[in-house]
């Protein structure tokens, strides 16, 4: 009778266990039961080695840290992960959900940040008692005459309320996660500047240099049009969590914004952040194909 090394209700999980041992020479398969799925050794000479490897918590956790499931099962955290020897991998350590080193979650806490301060000191009237946005807004003549250049990128982390920060914020963190995983943070924040940059200079001079705007939305398109294009490269295929019809949608969207809301929304953003993202794509896919920018995982 084959050897049961691994057992959990999450299959998603025992398929990166499978990968994970078969990286270090071990064979095994797959075998699922109403309520639970168990991995089998191929080999049973090889169950020493598996246990070591299963027990090894620090490189298992990373390594299932960095391999990334584009469905949300394997963050349940009713995995009942167990080796054989009923050994409880905790879940907790497995799955550090908040990781501050992280770029997109420095990005996501300066925007809160931001956020709190504006709801303290700003009133949300773009005048004289909106001191937050009026430090960070875009304003051509201060970064020109007074060099203030953080202002080309700081409308950005300001936001217009608390349905405006959740939105841009959750899909940020929804897809800018695995860019950073399989890509490393400085890919990520070349995305998020370039597309956030081009959309602010965009949507000003667009707009006749009108500075009353704010919001991570550029950015997030970028992400949307980066993400869309360049998960199909075979390197990161099944390592970007990419939503299925999201860039057409958005692509929709900036066109109906363009011909209903006369100028409500910053669509100049949206459309420039977009366009930078999957310029960016495409270049990072030339790139990825001479080995110059290579994945994490």
Not at 15 to 41: P, S
Not at 208 to 222: E, H, I, K, R, T
Request: with cysteine; hydrophobic share 45%.
């Amino acid at each position: 009778m084959a050897e049961i090394i691994f057992k959990t209700s999450s299959r998603q999980l025992a398929r990166y266990i499978v990968n994970y041992l078969k990286d270090n020479g071990i064979n095994t398969t797959i075998k699922d039961t109403q309520a639970m799925t168990f991995i089998e050794l191929v080999n049973e000479d090889d169950l020493f080695k598996a246990k070591m490897l299963l027990n090894n918590n620090k490189d298992l956790n990373n390594y299932l840290n960095n391999s990334y499931e584009s469905d949300w099962d394997f963050s349940k955290p009713n995995s009942n992960i167990r080796t054989s020897s009923n050994e409880l991998l905790g879940l907790k350590t497995l799955l550090k959900q908040i990781e501050p080193q992280r770029l997109f979650w420095q990005i996501n806490f300066v925007c809160i940040i931001t956020f709190i301060l504006q709801l303290i000191f700003d009133s949300y009237t773009y005048g004289n008692n909106t001191p937050i946005f009026n430090a960070l807004n875009f304003n051509a003549n201060e970064i020109i005459n007074n060099f203030q250049v953080w202002r080309i990128f700081t409308p950005c982390i300001m936001h217009g309320g608390i349905v405006h920060i959740l939105f841009n914020l959750v899909m940020f963190s929804v897809l800018s996660e695995s860019i950073e995983k399989s890509l490393g943070k400085y890919r990520l924040l070349l995305v998020v500047l370039a597309s956030g940059i081009i959309g602010n200079v965009l949507q000003y001079y667009a707009m006749d240099q009108n500075g009353n705007f704010l919001g991570l939305s550029g950015a997030v398109y970028g992400i949307i049009g980066y993400v869309s294009i360049i998960s199909r490269h075979p390197k990161l295929q099944g390592k970007l969590r990419n939503i299925q019809g999201l860039l057409i949608f958005s692509i929709l969207f900036i066109v109906i914004s363009f011909a209903l809301t006369d100028n409500i929304i910053a669509n100049y953003c949206h459309l420039g952040g977009l366009v930078v993202g999957i310029i960016q794509a495409i270049i990072d896919i030339q790139l990825l194909n001479k080995n110059i920018i290579k994945t994490k995982y």
